[in-house]
């Protein structure tokens, strides 16, 4: 089984077909990304030099700690793409994972290759070739266009090469090679390295002249495609690597517990198969210290265990030699306990359970997007609106991201939405209209235990969902896939069914102002609807404004409820919604909202609630009005003022 065609016969061939259609479908289901860094540390930074998008640049790029080769291998792709007028982000993208994954796929085969002779038993042999293909998290992993996989990758080739064989100064080129573009794209696999050579020293007992050549080749590598590509996209020299240390020994980036990688390597892959994977990396440190993946992957451990800043992806890189620690310490299992009540035991309970979770844990993973959620209303955007109309994006309690740079829709304007009587109102505008909320907080915003059923009543379609039903059930059995976290997508089709007593109301376009006072802040230079909007500057802080005899609302009035679009040339945080009441022989009533609106120079919908106190029918007057202090130019128009 050690030859080349060896496995790419028979049902090694048949497993080799299985993982390449996983692998592709899961790069084109899993778009977005699994954390920002994997874009903002490389795809915003690719825009520095291929011009084709204003990037989003972070502050890392001005410490000057981020290895660029990876930037400049995702510009040469998006140069490529220009040629090729493929103009749509989310397509650029996947064909970089399709990439990533045909990568993967080939490192790991060629490293299959290299070790599987380590298993004389037939049987393991192709249970550690499915295991190294199919483990339910190599295929999403493997996708990737992040540093951690990338260093993954080229430090199992490293240690493929290795294990081929050193004797021609070839392979020790190569071998040297891979080494140093495992270290430039994630400089902690520096430790993996480190781990390795010392087992290849003492365990192995390999020369020192052996790697001379190794040396010379990593110095040179590191030199043109670490320095020299630092060197280009930071204009002067710099070691990235190194200054990337020094940031995280100040320990700015957080503090975790010591053992928090332990307790990912149990939960993270579920229990079915994080327990048997602790398992064997303390089985084999025991029964065999002298494993060559044990050296590699302690020190990574050990290191990175003592640094404040940790997250479960620093540990995506050893995900590649989980398989072959499995089936290791399956082996050595195997040669202590030779009872046919054990064999029975794992071949008709442990191993059925083994595969029916990877089965399970492949099959969401290939129909939902990347980790992080944030980028999938505009995916939707971008796939059923064309770039020049406006869309309304409200959004209750989540982290959903109108991005910069890279993914730039200059035509989404995201609200939140506090509560479904909001929703409701704000969605009474002819702009196409989509809203976004965790499932676990459905039911919550809506009041209600049918929730789709009450978004229905009120216009809203179920349009997208970040999983389908079936996978978003099953999240509960994988630690790694938070289950409060899954989003729903709606749209708005334009049929309102109202909700709620409403006591009064009141409301202007900025053309009918009967109620309204300072309408001489009325200008026909911006507006939302019909010819006009109220402007708001340093000359004119007070906006148009409600005024109206206290005595017009119902006493039982307990929430005012206030809509409006805002237009911000310029964004700031110095503007409020402000509910004024006077008494004539008490001192004025004054409640404000701040405004918060996210994107400069587009038409944005903005809701707030005022409780009202018990007495407030008692007051003479109430004004209701925009108050601008920035000194900035912002507009308003539609407003609407609701009392329930």
Request: hydrophobic content about 45%; aromatic content about 16%.
């Amino acid at each position: 089984m050690t030859t080349k065609t060896a496995i790419f016969q028979g049902k090694y061939l048949i497993t080799i077909i299985a993982a390449v259609a996983m692998f592709v479908v899961t790069a084109v289901s899993n778009y977005g990304y699994y954390h920002p860094d994997e874009h903002y540390q490389i795809v915003e930074y690719a825009g520095i030099k291929t011009a084709t998008f204003e990037p989003t640049i972070s502050w890392e790029y001005e410490a000057q700690i981020r290895p660029m080769l990876q930037p400049a291998i995702c510009a040469g792709f998006l140069k490529v793409f220009s040629w090729l007028s493929i103009d749509d982000p989310f397509v650029q993208t996947m064909l970089m994972r399709i990439f990533t994954a045909f990568l993967s796929l080939a490192v790991i085969l060629y490293f299959v290759k290299n070790t599987i002779s380590a298993f004389p038993d037939e049987r393991k042999r192709f249970g550690y070739f499915v295991v190294s293909l199919l483990l339910w998290f190599i295929p999403c992993l493997s996708v990737r266009f992040s540093s951690e996989i990338y260093g993954g990758l080229f430090f199992i080739l490293s240690l493929a090469i290795y294990h081929s064989g050193l004797e021609s100064r070839k392979s020790k080129v190569l071998f040297g090679i891979s080494l140093a573009l495992s270290f430039i794209f994630r400089a902690q696999m520096g430790l993996a390295i480190a781990g390795f050579l010392l087992w290849s020293l003492i365990i192995d007992r390999k020369k020192l002249k052996t790697f001379v050549t190794p040396f010379f080749s990593f110095v040179l590598t590191y030199l043109l495609l670490g320095f020299c590509i630092d060197w280009w996209f930071y204009g002067e020299p710099v070691f990235s690597q190194f200054r990337y240390m020094a940031e995280v020994k100040e320990g700015r980036f957080g503090d975790r517990p010591w053992w928090y990688y332990l307790q990912e390597i149990v939960e993270y892959p579920t229990y079915f198969v994080g327990i048997p994977l602790a398992l064997a990396i303390i089985f084999l440190l025991i029964r065999n210290p002298k494993n060559p993946y044990i050296w590699s992957f302690l020190p990574f451990l050990l290191v990175h265990s003592l640094i404040g800043h940790k997250e479960a992806r620093f540990m995506f890189p050893m995900a590649f030699l989980a398989p072959i620690i499995l089936v290791s310490a399956y082996t050595e299992v195997g040669k202590i306990i030779r009872h046919e009540r054990f064999k029975q035991v794992a071949n008709c309970i442990i191993l059925p359970i083994f595969a029916a979770v990877n089965i399970l844990g492949i099959a969401i993973e290939m129909n939902k997007p990347a980790r992080d959620d944030s980028l999938f209303p505009t995916r939707y955007i971008n796939d059923n609106f064309s770039s020049d109309e406006d869309v309304n994006l409200f959004v209750h309690d989540i982290v959903t991201c109108v991005p910069n740079g890279f993914y730039e829709r200059g035509n989404i304007a995201k609200s939140q939405c506090q509560n479904f009587f909001q929703l409701q109102y704000m969605s009474d505008t002819c702009r196409p209209t989509l809203f976004c909320c965790y499932s676990s907080k459905l039911k919550e915003f809506t009041n209600s235990d049918e929730p789709i059923s009450a978004m229905n009543a009120i216009g809203y379609e179920l349009v997208f969902s970040y999983v389908p039903q079936w996978a978003e059930y099953l999240f509960k059995f994988f630690p790694s896939f938070n289950q409060d976290e899954v989003a729903y997508l709606f749209r708005y089709n334009g049929h309102t069914k109202p909700l709620g007593k409403i006591v009064a109301q009141f409301g202007t376009d900025c053309e009918n102002t009967d109620g309204w006072g300072q309408t001489h802040t009325l200008s026909t230079e911006k507006a939302f609807s019909s010819n006009h909007s109220s402007k708001t500057d340093a000359e004119n802080p007070y906006g148009i404004t409600l005024e109206r005899k206290a005595t017009e609302i119902d006493a039982n009035a307990q929430i005012l409820t206030v809509f409006a679009h805002i237009y911000e040339e310029n964004l700031t945080d110095k503007a409020a919604i402000v509910l004024e009441a006077n008494k004539e022989d008490a001192n004025t009533y004054w409640q404000s909202s701040p405004i918060t609106i996210e994107r400069a120079n587009i038409w944005t919908s903005f809701a707030c609630d005022f409780a009202l106190p018990n007495d407030f029918a008692k007051n003479t007057a109430f004004k209701v009005y925009l108050y601008n202090t920035s000194g900035e130019t912002i507009y308003i128009d539609d407003i609407k003022a609701i009392f329930r």
